[in-house]
Each structure stands twice: as C-alpha cells, then as structure tokens.
C-alpha cells in the first residue's frame, strides 16, 4: 500500500473490555512506533520496534498496555481491562530506516478508541 | 525528557496573508519533523528537517539546529491550510518524536 494503513477506524467498548488495534506499516520499513493523542494535545510516545522486537517501551502507561510485532510487518496495540481515560486517538507511524541519520516517520489516520 | 514549544498557539488570517510558525526545543535533535493535522485527524508531513532550509511551493522551513529553533513559513495562505501544525523533535540517541502543542491555524475567506 501507499501508506500507513490502521484498524479499525473507530472502536467503542465498554470498560473493562479487552481491545486490539492493528497497524500495517509502509512496505519494507524497518522501524514501527504507536502513539496516543488526547484531544487537544499533541501525540505521546507509546512504545516503538526495529524488527520484532520492541526496542523501547518505555512510554506504555502500564501493564495493561502491549504490542507485538511478530512478523516485523504488522503490528497490534492490545489493551485489556480497558478505562474510560483509555480514550484517545491511537496513532501508528513507520519508518524506513534503522539509523539515526534518517528516520523520517509517516502516520497513519490513527484509531479513535472510545471507552464507555 | 526534550521540551518543545511552539508558537503562536492559535493564528488567525485573512485568505492570502503571510505567517510564521516557531518551534523551539530544550536540547540537541537528530530529527525534526514539521506536520499539518487535517480537519480528520491525519497528519501530513510537511518537512523532515534537521538542519538547514527546504521549499515546498508556498511552504517553507529553516531549522538552526545550533540555536535549538526551528520556523515555518506559509506564503499566501489558503482556507486549505487551516489545521493544526505541529513540530515534532527526536533527541539525538532516541528513535520517538516528542510532540509540541500545535498551533492552530484558521484561514479565513
């Protein structure tokens, strides 16, 4: 595909809920990353891969936070025990290079998620 | 973490008048990204920029990564280009973008 594609457009559950968000990155990128942007805020590291592997974490607000990326293609953002702050915008960018010297990262049109 | 601030937060113009935006960051970037968020949410890139000056047709941006700023210039603004822009940094040795606020920008007929 052209670009970052991502599901569902919009997911509304009820609180407790346990929701997948799925992300399908620009063809051949290397580098993955989410994001969450509440409403009137700019968007807020989640979690990014190189590969596989998750190479930094450290921007999940908890737990109940994950991704995979099994295939270094696809990744999913799953959330279990789903809270009403839970709410936002989920974004997915890609990018097509390991290095430093250019990382140039493209966004999908994102997941409105909407806890109930 | 890095600190980015952008300014004005919310411009208003008149249909083909001039503006500049203005992205300062707190500490040395190996990234620095200019977007558009359109009325639906998506983010357009409008510039990878870390250093230096790029054109675009009506659009343009310089980043003086020396003096941690970087600024974008709209030329001759259409309703079109009502959004927000944000500024979005990485800090060298990180791979993730640190977000500034935004400035919303309404263009007016």
């Known amino acids: 595909g052209a670009g970052v594609s991502q599901t569902p457009s919009n997911k509304v559950t009820e609180k407790g809920k346990y929701v997948e968000l799925r992300c399908d990155p620009i063809s051949g990128h290397t580098a993955l990353y989410w994001y969450r942007q509440s409403l009137g805020q700019g968007p807020e590291f989640l979690i990014y891969f190189q590969g596989t592997g998750a190479a930094d974490d450290s921007g999940l607000p908890n737990d109940r936070f994950f991704a995979v990326r099994p295939e270094g293609s696809v990744s999913t953002l799953k959330i279990q025990r789903t809270e009403r702050g839970d709410s936002a915008v989920y974004l997915c960018?890609?990018?097509?290079?390991?290095?430093?010297?250019?990382?140039?990262?493209?966004f999908g049109p994102g997941t409105r998620l909407t806890v109930l | 973490g890095i600190q980015v601030e952008q300014s004005p937060p919310d411009l208003i113009l008149q249909e083909g008048a001039n503006s500049t935006l203005r992205c300062n960051f707190s500490?040395?970037?190996?990234?620095l990204q200019w977007f558009h968020q359109n009325p639906w949410g998506q983010l357009i890139n409008l510039f990878y920029?870390?250093?230096g000056t790029k054109q675009n047709g009506r659009l343009s941006a310089t980043t003086v990564a020396t003096e941690r700023y970087s600024l974008l210039y709209i030329s001759s603004s259409q309703t079109t280009d009502s959004g927000v822009y944000f500024c979005a940094v990485t800090q060298t040795g990180a791979n993730n973008l640190f977000f500034g606020t935004g400035t919303r920008l309404t263009v007016i007929p």
């Open positions: 920029i870390p250093s």
């Open positions: 960018a890609s990018s097509p290079s390991r290095y430093f010297s250019y990382n140039e990262q493209f």
């Open positions: 500490d040395s970037v190996n990234n």
